[in-house]
């Protein structure tokens, strides 16, 4: 993940990743601080959208529609070249600012162009750290310490963009208390209702 975010090895493409940590490897004995429930679900949900038997990690969720593992690099780079060919919706991220009564407190503007799909979308805003490191204690991991990027601290859904409208909306947030602008990036996505097809995305790291 972090080779992809840092080298962009698809030409002409930006790579947009979020890590969402889950949280069933915490039966193992050790708990991942930065796991949750939510994106669990939001696996499980993959899972029954692309038709596929069982969850498993480390996996790569492509633009909502493909899924692919590190067992097979091919099947990735492949991936994300067929997703390089479809077509995106412009969304936007403008006008990140500190709210002065209270530093943990962000105020930003997300914009999605007309959605010209066939489907209704949800907009979400994902708040994710640019680097986390842990050092694993018991399971399957046990001993290494791994690195990650862009692991995702808050995903909240902000609104809704309808087939054949467009999306603008202020939004606030709220960070964590170990979390300050230069550590996190902020990520805008529409994506069909349910865990289906990505529609658009933005990032900017305030």
Do not use: C
């Not at 780079?77 to 962000?106: F, H, M, W, Y």
């Amino acid at each position: 993940m972090q080779r992809l975010d840092d080298n962009q090895p698809i030409p002409g493409t930006q790579l947009i990743v979020l890590s969402e940590h889950v949280t069933y490897w915490n039966q193992e004995g050790w708990q991942d601080p930065n796991s949750s429930p939510v994106f669990t679900y939001r696996q499980s949900q993959y899972e029954s959208s692309l038709g596929l038997k069982e969850p498993y990690t480390p996996q790569f969720i492509i633009d909502g529609s493909q899924s692919a593992s590190l067992e097979n690099l091919k099947n990735l780079e492949d991936a994300l070249n067929k997703a390089k060919g479809n077509a995106k919706i412009p969304v936007r991220i403008s006008n990140v600012t500190v709210d002065r009564s209270n530093p943990q407190v962000l105020h930003a503007h997300i914009e999605a162009d007309n959605n010209p799909d066939k489907h209704n979308a949800d907009v979400y805003l994902a708040v994710a750290l640019n680097h986390v490191e842990s050092q694993v204690l018991r399971g399957e991991n046990g001993g290494k310490h791994l690195i990650h990027v862009a692991v995702v601290q808050q995903l909240d859904k902000v609104g809704k963009l309808p087939k054949g409208k467009s999306f603008a909306q202020d939004v606030q947030v709220k960070l964590k208390a170990n979390e300050d602008l230069k550590s996190i990036r902020l990520v805008a996505f529409a994506q069909e209702t349910a865990q289906g097809k990505l529609l658009g995305v933005s990032m900017q790291k305030p």
